[in-house]
């Protein structure tokens, strides 16, 4: 089984800077791309920023030029780091994982969120 992780959210001010992290843990799996996603209320789920195994990544647009995402694959964490925020990223923050065993197919796990509050 798999459990992912969430931590960093939180209240800040617009023009802030927040850093979230998550971390993968079992036995014996391939992370083959780790991702942010957000959920403000009455919207749908989006993608924030994702991350392959191989270092790619691909932004929203809304975010592109503030945040960044980064992984470490040998402790299976992903961070987003989140700067200049601004009220409309207020959200609650999704790390997600798709993970794979041996040759096996893919699946895709979801943490259980992090609500970040951005103030104006």
């Known amino acids: 089984q798999v459990q992912l992780v969430e931590s960093g959210g939180g209240l800040v001010q617009a023009g802030g800077s927040l850093r979230l992290a998550c971390v993968a843990s079992g036995s014996s799996f391939t992370i083959n791309a780790m991702g942010w996603y957000r959920q403000a209320p009455g919207k749908q789920r989006e993608l924030v920023a994702v991350?392959?195994?191989?270092?790619?990544?691909n932004f929203a647009d809304s975010v592109k030029g503030r945040f960044t995402i980064s992984r470490d694959n040998a402790k299976n964490t992903v961070s987003l780091q989140m700067n200049s925020l601004k009220p409309e990223d207020t959200a609650v923050y999704y790390c997600?994982?798709?993970?794979?065993w041996g040759t096996g197919p893919t699946y895709q796990y979801w943490g259980q969120g992090t609500q970040v509050t951005v103030s104006s």
């Open positions: 997600k994982a798709l993970i794979s």
């Open positions: 991350i392959t195994s191989g270092g790619g990544t």
